[in-house]
């Protein structure tokens, strides 16, 4: 699915990145269901056919959403981890990713309730290779290079432990988008369960 579309003629007034922001907002506060093209016009105080021009449908809207809410993932995606502190590295990564998924965890959560928006998202993590599984990937392949380093121990999974590392920004994240920050606050910190996992893994 494309999120672009064919362009004709003049553009009418009104900037991508503004309708992008305005789509966004609707999404997290209503859902894909009861966004409309309309609506996302207003608010981002251009013509309906600013919309049309930019994206090619609705549909082509929803999807453009999805991936620029996604394209902070791909650095995440490529890198690497380096560095001796351990601890500190873990901090560090989980940090980044529990900040992406706080402001993308709901769109995607959004998209489950769109059929054509869901396999746009599928599609989209797929063609990049996305996923938390690269993440997954990344932290095993630092787990492993601190292992050989002695500084963690050599008797456990590394793709456990990096499993199990990328399980605590999901866990902040989704039930800060679910249920708020008060129900957040019943739970460890992610710094506190990172030091615990660091006292395991010596």
Request: hydrophobic share 45%; proline share 2%.
């Amino acid at each position: 699915m494309t999120s672009t579309g064919v362009r004709r003629g003049r553009p009418p007034s009104g900037g991508r990145e503004a309708i992008l922001r305005a789509a966004l907002q609707i999404l997290r506060e209503r859902g894909a269901s009861r966004l409309t093209t309309k609506e996302v016009a207003q608010r981002a105080g251009v013509s309906e056919g600013s919309v049309f021009y930019h994206f090619s449908d609705r549909a082509g809207l929803l999807t453009a959403v999805i991936e620029d809410a996604l394209s902070e993932l791909k650095a995440l995606n490529d890198g690497e981890l380096h560095g001796d502190d351990v601890s500190a590295v873990l901090d560090r990564f989980t940090g980044l990713v529990e900040s992406f998924l706080d402001r993308t965890l709901t769109s995607m959560i959004a998209a489950q309730s769109d059929a054509d928006l869901r396999a746009a998202l599928v599609d989209h993590l797929a063609a990049n290779d996305m996923g938390a599984h690269r993440g997954i990937q990344i932290l095993s392949a630092y787990v492993r290079g601190a292992q050989k380093a002695g500084a963690v121990r050599a008797d456990v999974d590394p793709d456990a432990v990096a499993t199990l590392i990328f399980a605590v920004p999901f866990l902040h994240a989704a039930h800060r988008q679910l249920l708020g920050d008060e129900y957040l606050a019943r739970l460890p910190g992610r710094r506190e369960l990172l030091d615990t996992l660091d006292v395991l893994l010596r």
